[in-house]
């Protein structure tokens, strides 16, 4: 069993699934390539549905601080979101959804623990050891 451990192959084998699971792990969701069936006639945006997303979000109370700082009162923003568009009020709502309050944190402190766990596994497989005094 001992000359598993020390073999050429299973130190190349570690270090190259190291290295794939690193690069699987860093491509980004969004650049999936999906299947995208073709739309006869015009696309329909739900208005009252993006209207009342973008109302909840500017009744909060950090939102509706911020913009009263600018100068922006609540009659001003609403005939703003009135003069909208359909298709420019849906991209406002759904960019609205993909803001994150306090970022994406958490990502970045599983990438890290991550790549902690890996580099421990390296020095266990290649038999270095790790002395924290």
Avoid: C
Wanted: net charge neutral; no cysteine.
């Amino acid at each position: 069993m001992e000359w598993i451990r020390k073999s050429f192959f299973t130190k190349s084998l570690a270090i190259y699934l190291a290295f794939a699971l690193f690069v699987i792990g860093s491509l980004p969701a969004q650049s999936l390539a999906y299947m995208v069936g073709s739309q006869a006639g015009e696309v329909v945006f739900d208005r009252i549905g993006d209207m009342a997303n973008v109302q909840r979000v500017l009744e909060s109370k950090a939102v509706s601080q911020r913009l009263s700082e600018l100068g922006l009162t609540m009659e001003e923003i609403k005939v703003r979101l009135a003069n909208l568009t359909d298709a420019e009020l849906h991209q406002f709502a759904t960019s609205i959804d993909s803001i994150h309050a306090g970022g994406d944190g958490l990502g970045v402190v599983i990438s890290i623990l991550l790549i902690i766990v890996l580099v421990l596994t390296i020095f266990h497989l290649t038999g270095h050891k790790i002395i924290v005094k």
